[in-house]
Every structure is written in C-alpha cells, then in structure tokens.
C-alpha cells in the first residue's frame, strides 16, 4: 500500500480529490472494499454489509461530476457500529437474543452522516450491548486488532476502532458509556470522540441512557470534526439533545493551545492504575503541550470515588438487559451480564438515587475544576491493548483495574474528552492519553488533541507502515 491507496487517505484528502476530479466515490470505495476483502476474514470489524455502498458511491459521484455535492462527507466510505439503528438493517447489538428484523428509522447520528452525503459501507461489531472492554461478543465472535491478530482492539466500538487501524474507510460511528470510543481509539492508534451529553442526539436510547454517547472515531483529529459536525445536529427524537448548533468544528482547530492552562489528573476519587509506558506517554503529551505554550501542572479535583458511582450505574443497565431478557433467552447472554445484574441488580432505589447524586456532586467538582484549568491531560488506558483471547473473569474488578478506570468519570460529569496516540510502546502497540474540556467546550478539546496529534507526528493509523498488520501464524497471507 502507498500513500496513493485511497484506502489510507484521510476524508479531507478523499474529499479534495473528489472536488478536483482527480478520484471519484467508486474508486474510493473499491479501493476500501477490496482492503475489507483481505483483511476482514481475520480481523473481523463487520457485523454485517452494505450491499448498496456501490449504489450510494455511484450517485455520490454523479453528484461530484455535476459540480452539487449535497454535503461536507459526499462520498466518504464510513461505518456504524450495531448498538445504532441504520435503516434496512437489523440491530443486533452483539447479541444471539435480538430480533433480526430491519429497523425502519436511521439514528440522529447516522442520519446526521446521510445527509451530508457519507457513503455507509456497513454495521460494525459491538461487545454484547457495549457491556465491556474486551472486544468479543456471542453473536460475532472475536474482533482482532489489525497492529497484532493476538490483542484486543478494545470495546465496546470494537469493530470500528478495528475498521479504523484497517484502514476500511476514514469515518467509524461508535458509542461511549464508559470509554466504549476512547478504549479502542487508544489500543488502535485512532482519534476517539466522546462529546458532551447531548452534543450529539441518541434515539432510541439504551441501557446506559443517562451517560452514554455516540461519536467518532477517526484517523486524524480533522477528520474527526468534520464527522463531528455532520454528527452533532438537534435531534426531535432526543428530548435531551443540545439545541442546534450548525457549525463546522474545524473551526479554530489549529489555534493551538498557546496560554491554556492543562492540568494532569492522576485521582477521580481514586487512582486508577497506569503502567510504566502508559506514564510515559502521558509524559511525552505533557511535554508537547508544554512546548505548544500550554501552562501544564499536576491538579487534583478532589472529587467522589468514580468506582464506586459508575459500577452502580453500570450494575443497574446490566440488571436492566437481564430483566428485559425473557428467561428462556437468558442463557444464551454472555455469562459476565448476568453476574454484573446478579451482584448490582439487588440495590435498593435509594440506593441508586444516591449513587446519581453523587453523580451530580462530581459533575459540580469538575465544573469548578475548570474554573481554575481550561483543560484536562490524562492517560486514557491502564495498558496497551491486552490478550484477545483472554477471558473476562471478575468484571467488576477488571471495569476500575483493567478497562475504564481512565475514562468513565467523563462519562459521570458528562463533559468532553477526546483520546489521541501518541507513541507506541516497545511492542509496536499504540499508546494514547486523553484530554477533556469543560462541558460545552467540545472546540477546546478538538484544539488541545490537535496540538498533541501535530507535535507527535506518528504514523499510528497506518499499520503496514510499522509492519505490524499481519494475519494470525496459521495464515498464509502477508501484507
């Protein structure tokens, strides 16, 4: 593969090669497609396919030939992660006990993409309804990270942080309840989004409604806020989406982060465990933001233990999915679902209540944190992408030691954050840290993940480039 390959190319460069003919949608696409060919019957990022990508490519070009582009992603290859409806299709949500009809409507988020004109090539792979980190599901089996067949590209966006380092396409839709985007995002090298609650409208909305999100997930920190701004529109079926704010998010993304004072977070009510590359790379960002004019100093925002908040939250959806699972199905749920409702399903209502108060109180700590910090600096992941194959024992254990420790006290305050690499470890394994901005400021997040990202200047999205991209050791194929 060359940089020529459409397939590695960004959107913004598809997009610019489409307005001055030098490359249409359909040559775009095939070039994406025949990537998925080689690639995907080990990686395995798709739930299922588009049949009609060629189709929407095909009119996509007509529209560029015409000179009428309908929209900001006309023609740009992009996925949808199973946990979102995409009309025609099924949402199986990484389960054996869904309903395999097609649903009518598209998502806000999808629908978002459609209309400016992005060519949606299929439905990628989801943890079994975005329950958990590892990235395997009952439904699709196991999802491999294109850097290395043995490791995890995370959950639960798996397939589209999987798509993404493949290369199959620019734009990947994923959802965030707890690091769902940011977890993946980091073990394979991408640019994760997770916006404020209600940036970006969800219909309908699920177990995890009062802290999840969608997003993008990307190659570059741009493409991310073009997809961002074709994304974040209000939304009538979401009574909690922000009113409309049509804009570009590109917008003031290369101002730098010149005066901006950043705090390094190491304590949200607790400490989450880091190792000593995941330290260094949290080092390394700190010292490009530093050189970048950034004011940069360790701060603590002294608020409640995000642990013990979250995994009630947590504990209640998984209690909800095993309720509204008909008995005689139950079996056929991954058994880590059914030991979360077990251990949380008993909680009183005051119990919970309370749990969502506390919610609140941290919400109120990080929003007077940022009286005094325009931004947030911390690691996003304990470790680089661990064993695909392990299996998920103690999951309440491993969601505070091994998957989400980082990144679920954003989903608490409901504010911002974005994950960028900015290394890889001596194993040739993305690291990434995460910096998030006060709620609203979704545009200081953008910025500040821009400077990390043009200071850096790593090849992280392009695995063949570091020759890591190669099937597993009973395969016959080599990149």
Known sequence: ?????????????????????ALSPIEALKAVLERVARYNPWVNAFAVMNPQALR???????????????????????????????AGFPT????????????????PAVLGLKAEGAVIIGKT??????????????????????????????????????????CFGPLHVGTDAGGSIRIPAAYCGLVGVKPTYG??????????????????????????????????????????????????????????????????????????????????????????????????????????DARAIFSRVWGVAMARVWEATPEMQRPLLEAGIGEVAQQMGAMTAAEFLGADILRVECGHAMARFHQRHDLILTACTPTAAFDADAPTVKPLECLWRD?????????????????????????????????????????????????????????????????QMRVPKNGSERS
């Open 125 to 166: 792979t989801t943890t079994e309804f975005g329950w958990k980190s590892p990235g395997d599901c009952p439904l699709h089996g196991i999802t491999r990270n294109p850097w290395n067949p043995q490791r995890t590209p995370g959950g639960s966006s798996s397939g589209a942080g999987a798509a993404g380092a493949a």
């Open 1 to 21: 593969m060359t940089e020529t390959d459409p397939a590695l190319m960004s959107a913004e460069d598809l997009l610019g090669l489409y307005a001055r003919r």
């Open 199 to 304: 940036r970006i409208p969800q219909w309908p909305h699920g177990a995890f409604s009062s802290v999840a999100v969608a997003g993008p997930m990307t190659r570059t920190v741009r493409d991310a806020a073009l997809m961002f701004s074709a994304m974040a529109r209000h939304d009538l079926r979401d009574p909690v989406s922000l009113p409309d704010d049509a804009r570009d998010w590109r917008g003031g993304i290369e101002d730098g982060v010149k005066g901006l004072r950043v705090a390094i977070v190491r304590s949200f009510g607790f400490e989450p465990p880091l190792d000593a590359e995941g330290e260094a790379a949290l080092r390394v960002a700190a010292t490009l933001l530093m050189e970048a004019g950034a004011i940069v100093e360790e701060a603590d925002p002294r608020m409640p």
């Open 403 to 467: 998957w989400a420790p980082w990144t679920f006290a954003f989903n608490l305050t409901r504010q911002p954050a974005i994950s960028v690499p900015v290394g890889l470890d001596e194993h040739g394994m993305p690291r990434a840290v995460q910096v998030a901005a006060p709620m609203y400021r979704d545009d200081l997040a953008f910025r500040a993940a821009r400077a990390i990202e043009k200071a850096a200047s790593l090849p992280l999205a392009k695995p063949e480039e570091t020759g």
């Open 92 to 107: 199986r949500r990484g389960s054996r006990t869904t309903d395999a009809s097609p649903v009518a409507e598209d998502a």
């Open 56 to 86: 929407a490519a095909g009119e996509s070009e007509a529209r560029w030939m015409a000179g009428r582009p309908i929209g900001m992603l006309d023609g740009v290859p992009s996925t949808v992660k199973d946990l979102l409806h995409l």
